[in-house]
């Protein structure tokens, strides 16, 4: 519309010229209208070339953001395929070092497969026939047929259990107070007989402690541990494992250093594990297992002490080794404060604690009215079969603890191991 109006006033303005001078006797009517069409067409070509020239110029201008734009897609394509590589990259990295820590986990329990079969054979042959007789006839009024098992047959049992892969790991909730949610589980291994039976602690130490076995049961719970820790890495929880290691462990000179160079090459573990040690272990560790327990704690592994039976500690001591959990029967706590020689009252125990960065853990808590007293007392976590019972870990495990905000209240009473 615009380019029509502009060509009806050239004619116009190049009519009234020609006009003009034919009235003034310039030029005669016919050069006069030839002048006036000429007119006309100079203008219309000259009104052309400025509109090409503008389209042009527009057209340039189009053409160079083009290629501005093209020039930073390329750009950002390029950047893109450095952090696609990049992240590839890393992911192998990733991969082949979780392939590194796995099959160095596979070959610790490779050896200690074999070092615990050779233990075992080596002890078999040192028991004494007649011995073993004696001990058969005592036992014969046993209520349990694992009670009433001699020496050797019991280490069998455990043999079997072990190449069998009868060997579980049961989990047992720490919960804070008053919320009662979960903040750590600790570890603890059972043995199944071929029967079925569960072979508890109290049953298989009695057997492996005097033979030095406890080193290879406790690095097998350490190695499931491990595992255990890193699935729950992968759901991003913040739950630690306590994990439980025995005083002929911590003596054991030919174990030890080498638990302690396995766990320097897991040290990325050491926010997710703690390692606790019974009083007295602790107590008789003597100069060599307390310089272990403060290169432990300096790979970042905090302690706990549990099984404590007399409260005249030197907490001092036990801060500058590394310890920052304390495990207290819920019955010492209620009752027993005196009969364990506390300098302080149950109330005052977790400020005692608290100036040393130890955390006070009440255990074996059976029901509500110790919970209350528990609260009286400013007590922060606590362990028992109030708050759940020991489980196997099994897949389901790991679907329960993305769901488990709270401890049940209440669970069916039953006795402390």
């Known amino acids: 519309m615009i380019n029509i109006l502009a060509f009806g006033l050239y004619a116009i303005v190049c009519a009234v010229a020609a006009l003009a001078l034919m009235v003034f006797n310039i030029i005669d009517a016919k050069i006069g209208a030839l002048f006036g069409l000429v007119g006309v067409l100079c203008a219309m070509q000259i009104h052309g070339a400025i509109l090409r020239r503008r389209t042009q110029s527009a057209t340039s201008r189009e053409i160079a953001e083009l290629k501005r734009a093209g020039t930073q897609f390329a750009k950002v394509l390029e950047e893109t395929r450095f952090k696609i590589e990049d992240a590839r990259k890393a992911a192998e990295t990733r991969a082949n070092e979780q392939s590194r820590k796995i099959v160095s986990e596979l070959q610790v329990l490779e050896s200690l497969m074999r070092e615990f079969a050779s233990r075992i054979s080596e002890k078999a042959k040192q028991v004494d026939p007649e011995e073993e007789l004696m001990e058969r006839r005592a036992q014969d009024t046993a209520r349990s047929y694992l009670d009433a098992m001699g020496q050797s ?16 790991l049961y989990l047992q909730p720490i919960v804070s107070l008053p919320q009662r949610k979960l903040r750590h589980y600790e570890a603890l291994s059972r043995l199944r007989a071929e029967d079925g039976s569960i072979i508890m602690p109290a049953q298989y130490m009695k057997v492996a402690g005097p033979v030095g076995l406890m080193s290879v049961i406790d690095n097998l719970l350490l190695f499931r541990c491990v595992q255990i820790v890193r699935r729950l890495a992968q759901k991003n929880r913040g739950v630690g494992i306590f994990c439980n290691i025995s005083g002929e462990t911590l003596a054991d000179a030919e174990f030890f250093p080498q638990f302690l160079d396995y766990m320097h090459h897991n040290r990325d573990l050491a926010a997710q594990i703690v390692f606790e040690f019974d009083q007295s272990c602790v107590l008789n560790a003597g100069q060599k297992g307390e310089e272990s327990l403060i290169y432990l704690s300096n790979l970042g592994f905090a302690l706990s002490m549990d099984h404590v039976t007399s409260l005249a500690l030197d907490f001092d001591r036990l801060k500058s080794l590394g310890f920052r959990y304390l495990k207290v029967r819920a019955e010492t706590l209620t009752s027993g404060m005196a009969h364990a020689q506390a300098a302080v009252a149950a109330e005052d125990l977790k400020a005692l604690l608290q100036r040393y960065g130890v955390n006070l853990i ?11 007293q528990l609260l009286d007392y400013s007590v922060d976590f606590a362990q028992g079969y109030l708050f759940g019972e020991p489980r196997p870990v099994r897949e389901d495990t790991f679907r329960a603890i993305d769901k488990v905000e709270q401890a049940p ?5 039953r006795k402390a191991v």
């Open 362 to 372: 009440a255990e074996r808590v059976e029901d509500e009215k110790a919970v209350v």
């Open 153 to 168: 047959d019991l280490l069998e049992t455990i043999r079997a259990s072990l190449e069998e892969n009868r060997v579980d």
């Open 409 to 413: 209240a209440v669970v069916p009473f």
